[in-house]
Nanobody, 132 residues
């Protein structure tokens, strides 16, 4: 069974940076679609960035585009989210998600990456708090 383990959350002042990590237990990681979602108190879970691991295609929400960067280390089965220029409105619980063991809807992933139902595996979340 695929497991996702996030780490790297914390508290930072506005303008600061954090790097989140998401480690997966499965060697078939390279065929996943993966994404980072966030959920603030009282709000719906929203996608911030998605990636098709096999070819590195990435998709960013407008709210983070230009500030954050998703990357992966295939040798470590780990996904990263480098978050720069953090804002108070970025405060949320951040979740790593995967469609595993195979990205089922690769052909339309560019249009569907932001939908929670695209993913069948979720991590436990890591808290990010940005103070002004």
């Amino acid at each position: 069974q695929v497991q996702l383990v996030e780490s790297g959350g914390g508290s930072v002042q506005a303008g600061g940076s954090l790097r989140l990590s998401c480690r997966t237990s499965e060697f078939t990681y390279s065929r996943y679609c993966m994404a980072w979602f966030r959920q603030a108190p009282g709000k719906e879970r929203e996608a911030v960035v998605g990636i098709y691991i096999a070819d590195g295609s990435t998709y960013y929400d407008d709210s983070v585009d230009g500030r954050w960067t998703i990357s992966r280390d295939n040798t470590k089965n780990t996904l990263y989210l480098q978050m720069d220029m953090l804002k108070p409105e970025d405060t949320a619980m951040y979740y790593c998600a995967a469609d595993a063991p195979l990205c089922r809807n690769r052909g339309v992933y560019g249009s569907t990456w932001h939908l929670p139902q695209e993913y069948n595996t979720w991590g436990q979340g890591t808290q990010v708090t940005v103070s002004s």
